[in-house]
């Protein structure tokens, strides 16, 4: 019998489906153009997924010997229009892979399905196909193994089954074992490989409006938050994750530079009132295809979307799940799918971390209270826009910070389980209102409720580090690194800093920097070290590629401190002057003034400053206890003063 009557009608790889009957790609259920021969070819390396397909089988089956002439020229045109339709790479092929002078191999997992499969009598549903093929129009439920594959596997006969598992197990030639016992819908093709680390690269927008991105990055970010929740299982957080964005990069290439076992990768598709995610997990060590499924869903249960989608990963990994996670991941409900688009959106702008952008997303999170008042992320989202503009100095914390707290307590009145809202009521019982017991208790609160929330465990380090708990403050850092790998270097920079080891922060802010040389966050404390340090000329070269990327007035503070230290008053006082006539349009930290003035050596001045500070609550006064920019002033008793003013502990 012919390799091609074995062939399953219908075989999926990665996003995409090959229906050989019709003679149709698929993307994300949406046919891609492609020539003839072009197809041709990719069905016949998909016979044969994994081996060798020489030149002369393509020519034997496809070109007449009278073509022979021009075989090489049309094979090199046909296989550039297949790569071109797959979006793949003759220099880094995720599909196909040339074997010089020799033919080409098929080198994605390959997971054959029969789209078409006679539903049982008792099914319920009256389901005439596969969930996830192009003929399903519903939403798929998958915690655990469907009837449907139960009662297929059960329909085979005993003695037939078993032959055919032994010949497959025995032999497991370019994945055909993997890939039939999935298509015959076996959990697993042999023993599950040990799984404690996940990283979810950004979900693929398939629609055809670029501006649609937004949709597929929230998507990732939500899928992300809902496996976070298990404590067995270490999340790459999407910082890192969102790196990967239209890499070429194979999966195992990605889970070796951010250390995970395995890796989810997937596909969203929204059209008019429904959603559709593709997602399959690959075994990162040996790319091995675990699972691969399609969910669809109208607009207003996406979010139980993301909990099945996530259910399914974490069944088929088989972690270790408490009982109290999977009460988490069954919390999802629903939401009107306008205050989701909003909701989406102000994640969107709130990552981009300027004032403009800050400001941009508590519209989109207003809007998003507003069409679903019950939808408790909005609020922990419009508190964290809230918190940040007032804790960095970009708008005043008296107004920002109320705003937050009402904005959050509303949060947790919906869902007291919101990992987001605790580390929001954390960061505010810190960064404004000095009580350093409660911000303690919610950080670990947050921590405990979402172990791979990034962000909290960012912040805890810093508080931490602020108390000058330092051993406590490396092993919160160590674990943002391992949940963060390619973002965040820069959390030891900070401790380093803080203890007076001004070559080690550099070195950690140069590393972050090497990875996003905008990151203003990462220029301010590297220029901040310098400073420190002594080593001015550098400082101000940092100073200015930071006023370059943003318009915050803290670039023209940092250049008066510089001016003041280097032995330049003149220039020091002529900045201060200008910073001074800009903060009558514009919030400026009081604190800065402050430390502009102590490098000037006017105590009296600076102090002036550090109350007005002190009163309107300022976010650098945190780490007032162990920051060195506070140095110059620590030996004047108003100092200890301050101190005590703001309750920190011994």
Partial sequence: MPDSALRPPVIRFGVFEVDLRLGELRKGGLKVKLQDQPFQILAILLEHPGELVSREEIQKRLWNAGTFVDFDHSLATAVKKLREALGDSADNPCFVATVPRRGFRFIAPVAPRHALIPSPPDSGGGQGVVPGSAGDQRGVMAAGPRPLRRRWVAALSAGGLLALLAVLFGVNVGGLRDRALLAVGARHAGPVPK????????LENLSNDPEQDYFADGMTDELITSLGKITALRVISRQSVMRYKHTKETAQEIARELNVDAVVEGAVLRSGDHVRISAQLIHAETERLLWAESYEREMADVLVLQSDLAKSIVNEIRVNVAPREKVLLESARQVKPEAHEAYVKGRYFQD????????????YFDRAITEDSGYAPAYAGLAGSYSTLGAGGLAPPRKMFPLAMAAVRKALEIDNTLDE??????????FYDWDWGLADREFKRAIELNPSNRNAHFYYSWYLSSMNRREESLFEAKTVLQLDPLSAPGILGFDYAMTRQYDKAIEQYRAALEIDPADTGALQYLGEAYELKGSYEEATAEYR???QLDDSLYWISASARVYAKSSRRTEALRVLDHLKEESKRRYAPSVDIALVYAALGDTNEAFEELKKACQEREGRLVALKVDPMFDPLRPDPRFRDLLRHMNFPP
């Fill in 195 to 202: 799984i404690e680390s996940i990283a979810v690269l950004p």
């Fill in 352 to 363: 981009k971390g300027t004032e403009s952008a800050l400001n941009k997303s508590i519209e």
């Fill in 421 to 430: 809202a605790h580390e929001w009521i954390a960061f505010a019982a810190a």
């Fill in 545 to 547: 590629k930071g006023s």
